[in-house]
Structure formats: C-alpha cells, structure tokens
C-alpha cells in the first residue's frame, strides 16, 4: 500500500520499494468507503455506480476492492502491478491503504528483510499467507 511518511512518527522502518505488496496481495478484504469509491469514479472519470461495479463488490454487507489473479500470491489487488509490484492507482487508493501500516514498522517488510539475511540471497521472496478466525 505503499507510502513512505506517518504523521507521527519521524520516519518509518520499512521501505515499500524494496518489499512485494504484502500488505496488496495478502488481505483478501481492502474495504472501500463511499468516498473511496467517488474517489475512484472520479480517478478513471466515471460515475459512482460505474466505479463501485468495475472494481468493488460486496462481502457481505462490506465494500471492498476486486482481486484478480497474481503470480506471486495465487491474488492480489486488481490494481497492483504485478510487475512492479506497486499500486497503479497511488493518488486515488482507498484511505485503508493510505493508513497501512499505521505504524513506524511493517511486519512483512521486516519479514522479507529478515529472510534475506537467513538465505544470505538479496532476491529470496518469502510467500506469506495470513488467514483470520472469528474468536468464540
Ligand atoms: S489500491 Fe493500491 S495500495 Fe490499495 S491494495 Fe490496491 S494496489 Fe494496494
Ligand atoms: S507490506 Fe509493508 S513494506 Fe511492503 S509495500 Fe506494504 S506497507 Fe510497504
């Protein structure tokens, strides 16, 4: 999701350039909000209604980004690069993915900087999955 300063905090620990979209790939749900959708008609100058069917659906009673298929992950984000691995809507993305991390750190960041080292190969991409479960 990819930005490189938080209000906040000085400067962040973690360099969205050299990482792999984790945080575009993993998450099967990116929310969208009525904003964000107007935000993207307004982007790819359509209409609401045409945004919101292009590239969101619904989960339930919860908006979120459509997906397509990725070569690294099995899905990603419709709207990530899979070659560049970066977002090719930046200015228009959702606020979820202008929020992500939220943190001076990011786990998958240190993930892959941390298994680069383990398997002393600058190019090694660890493959992640992250699923949740309903607590009780
Ligand atoms: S809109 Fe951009 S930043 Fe957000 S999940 Fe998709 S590719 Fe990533
Ligand atoms: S997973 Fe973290 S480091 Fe990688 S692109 Fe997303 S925010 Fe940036």
Same mark, same amino acid.
């Given at each position: 999701?990819?930005?490189?300063?938080?209000?906040?905090? *000085?400067?962040?620990? =973690?360099?969205?350039?050299?990482?792999?979209? =984790?945080?575009?790939?993993?998450?099967?749900?990116?929310?969208?909000? !009525?904003?964000?959708?107007?935000?993207? *008609?307004?982007?790819?100058?359509? /209409?609401?209604?045409?945004? *919101?069917?292009?590239?969101?659906?619904?989960?339930?009673?919860?908006? #979120?980004?459509?997906?397509?298929? @990725?070569?690294?992950?099995?899905? *990603?984000?419709?709207?990530?690069?899979?070659? /560049?691995?970066?977002? /090719?809507?930046? @200015?228009?993305?959702?606020?979820?993915?202008?929020?992500?991390?939220?943190?001076?750190?990011?786990? =998958?960041? +240190?993930? #892959?900087?941390?298994?680069?080292?383990?398997?002393? +190969?600058?190019?090694?991409? !660890?493959?992640?999955?992250?699923?949740?479960?309903?607590?009780?």
């Amino acid at each position: 999701m990819a930005r490189t300063s938080i209000p906040g905090y *000085a400067r962040v620990k =973690y360099d969205c350039d050299k990482c792999v979209a =984790y945080c575009c790939s993993i998450y099967e749900r990116v929310q969208v909000t !009525p904003k964000d959708v107007r935000r993207l *008609a307004e982007h790819f100058k359509v /209409t609401t209604e045409a945004a *919101a069917l292009r590239f969101t659906k619904l989960n339930g009673k919860e908006r #979120i980004l459509r997906r397509r298929a @990725d070569r690294l992950f099995g899905q *990603a984000c419709m709207f990530l690069n899979q070659d /560049t691995r970066k977002c /090719t809507i930046y @200015d228009a993305r959702p606020d979820v993915c202008r929020e992500f991390p939220d943190s001076s750190r990011c786990a =998958y960041f +240190d993930l #892959i900087e941390w298994e680069r080292k383990q398997q002393d +190969d600058p190019d090694v991409i !660890p493959l992640v999955k992250i699923t949740f479960r309903e607590s009780k």
